[in-house]
């Protein structure tokens, strides 16, 4: 199974075309969290490597800009499918240093890739604007140039998909990137790197940097003029930090920081539809997404039914190494996540929570669980609202409920968070669905279903959740300057 993938594992930087050491020929060990074995020592850049990376990516900017959008279009087609071609070797690449099980690997990949080809076909329909004038001799045109060479920033939960969600806009209207993977994940980046060399995209556009110093590269991208714009998925503490970075040159910045999705159930919800969202919703990725359902707000009238169906679903459950068949929730990316995961249920537990059910470690996986960073799924039910497990992001495979009884109590504890990212809501009510998407304050509302994220959709948050939008039409205003043209003519 290794050999599958084992051509796409690249270990050094990609700088201008050339796969490169770090300028301290220094190497960091990407390790399988399921396993705890080694499976790359990759080369660690160094703030050096950044400033040559962002000099390359400089130099093929206005190449990249010339072309036409039929050819850039083109060329994001020709990598969409190479992507598609090596899709089980990515997918097991992609489990291998991340940990979700293969068939969610797979789903990513094709998720991923869907951004590349969306916006190969985006590329082409980048339409400025005529404007009726004020005077009858004016004309007034609006044009989209690209913003120039950018960075992004992305994390660890989903390696290429969010790489690729950034990525594909960027090339599309014409911007050059400098990526900087997570530390925990840089594989699935750098393979895509070799694809899009292989499909042609030109030396330079492309240009990532695997990093253990993650801070000290922030500052590079940050404090380098010639960087145009941030791109940064990640924690709100993170990004924050990066905001204050760019304000030195007014540096455009994307942000896709952390949630907090209240997932609510009304008592004429269709309860078996709801627990299904509720298990896609929490349970993927071992509950490692920023809109992973957080906060379970679940109408009195139906609390004990849906406590019982949701736990029974869980019973399905299987925890352990996502390579083998069968298994739905892998480990957690690091022991300390794992211990994140534990304190928010003691501290629940603490403030009067009941633990409903908890899977078992020891007996449902098929391997040793020694050196994998492993947490059951867990439900608590009467999880008090000052819980940290409903204060703050979970990031793990643990649900807990809290009653509620009017509609108007549950859209106020749902809006109180400073966040706003994602949220969901179950009622088959049409009037109560409108007054809903009214007043919750989210950026992407769920309605009837659990699943919301796909390339055709504006994927983004409000408040502490972020600026700007992924996938959609809206996608590519990140990566474009408007210029406006008044000309005057007798
Ligand atoms: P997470 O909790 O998901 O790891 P982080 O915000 O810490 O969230 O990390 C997301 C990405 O941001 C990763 O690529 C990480 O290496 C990077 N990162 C972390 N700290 C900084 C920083 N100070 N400056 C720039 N990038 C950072």
Known sequence: MVAIYKSLIKSQLLIGGNWCASSQSETFSV?????????????????????????????????????????RSWLLRRWFDLVMQNQEALALLLTSEQGKPLAESRAEIAYGASYIEWFAEEAKRNYGDVIPPLTNN?????????????AAITPWNFPCAMLARKLAPALAAGCVILAKPAAETPLSALALGQL??????????????PTTRAQAIGEVFTANSKVRKLSFTGSTLVGK???????????????ELGGNAPFIVFDDADLDAAVTGAMVAKFRNAGQTCVCANRFYIHQAIYEVFCEKLAAAMQMLVLGNGMVEGVTTGPLISRSAANKAQAF??????????????GDVQTS?????????????????????????????????????????????????????????????YTRDVNRIHRLSDRLQTGMLGINT???????????????????REGSHYGMDDYVNIKYLCEAFS
């Open 31 to 71: 390790v399988n969290p399921a396993t705890g074995e080694l499976i790359a020592q990759v080369a660690d850049a160094t703030p050096i490597d950044a400033e040559r990376a962002i000099n390359a990516a400089v130099c093929a900017q206005p190449g990249w800009a010339e072309k036409t959008a039929n050819e």
């Open 345 to 358: 249920v003691d501290d629940a537990l603490q403030r009067g929570a009941r633990l409903v059910y908890q």
């Open 138 to 150: 004016q004309r007034i045109q609006v044009i989209k140039q690209p913003v120039g060479v950018v």
């Open 450 to 468: 659990g699943l919301i994220s796909n390339a055709a959709a504006p994927f983004g948050g409000i408040k502490q959740s972020g600026w700007g």
């Open 365 to 425: 996986a098929t391997e040793s669980f020694a050196q994998g960073h492993f947490f059951p799924p867990t439900l608590l039910a009467e999880v008090p609202q000052d819980a940290r497990l409903a204060r703050e992001e979970i990031f793990g495979p643990v649900a807990g409920l809290i009653r509620f009884s009017t509609e108007e109590q549950v859209i106020q504890l749902a809006n109180a968070s400073d966040y706003g990212l994602a949220c969901y809501v």
């Open 196 to 209: 899009a060399l292989d499909a042609g995209i030109p030396a330079g556009v492309i240009n990532i940097l």
């Open 241 to 255: 930090k990066l905001i204050a970075q760019c304000a030195g040159d007014v540096k455009r910045i994307t942000l």
